[in-house]
């Protein structure tokens, strides 16, 4: 058995040998807490900011969308939808925001900035229901341009189950606008074969209104 004096002296080798590589070693770990609780940090006031520039421009949306709107509500509420795609770009709140600028891009007869802005969403999202959302109103947009057939063509590649009687009355919209009134029915149809019953009363208006004019 060893002595004391033997066990201190094994111990002082010890720690010559393997101190530095040890204090190093914990170094290294307290860098890594810290690193990680201070990145937590930065996300949770990231995410807060960028809510909070977000309510911002709900409300500056609302008031430039309004009839009575002024320029300057309209500049402002463009300036803030800016502001959250440059500032906070990889936060879903850039992505709500970039919707609302083209809706104000539509408002004002601007439909390229307003695809741009969709484009925008939909090369930044992985969400399946955001694209779909993005993508239905970039069909609008292709439509008030005139190009219904692209819009329409479009839309047959969504395929988000949820969104299935959303995607097939707009479908009957686009083709209504078109022209092709036996089309829009079907799609109409489809739509209502597909919605909870009382759901879409304005879809059953629609089909009503086409059944007055008759095929």
Known sequence: MRTEEEQVEALKNWWKENGKSLVLTLALALAVIFGWKAWQNN???????????????????????????????????????????????????????????????????????????????????????????????????????????????????????????????LKGDLYLAAGAVDKARAAYQSAAADAPQGARPLLNLKLDSLAAKGS
Do not use: C
């Open 43 to 169: 996300q949770r006031i990231t995410a807060e900011n960028a809510g909070t520039m977000y309510q911002n421009l709900v409300q500056a949306v609302q008031l430039a969308s309004a009839p009575q709107a002024t320029d300057d509500q309209r500049t402002t509420a463009a300036h803030l939808a800016k502001s959250l795609k440059d500032e906070y770009g990889d936060t879903a709140y850039a992505r709500f925001g970039a919707l609302f600028s083209a809706r104000l891009y539509v408002d004002k007869g601007d439909y390229e900035a307003a695809l741009s802005e969709l484009d925008w969403v939909l090369a930044q999202s992985e969400d399946s229901v955001m694209k779909t959302v993005a993508t239905m109103r970039k069909a609008r947009v292709m439509a008030a341009m005139g190009d219904a057939d692209k819009a329409i063509t479009l839309l047959d590649g969504l395929k988000e189950p949820s969104f299935s009687v959303s995607v097939a009355e």
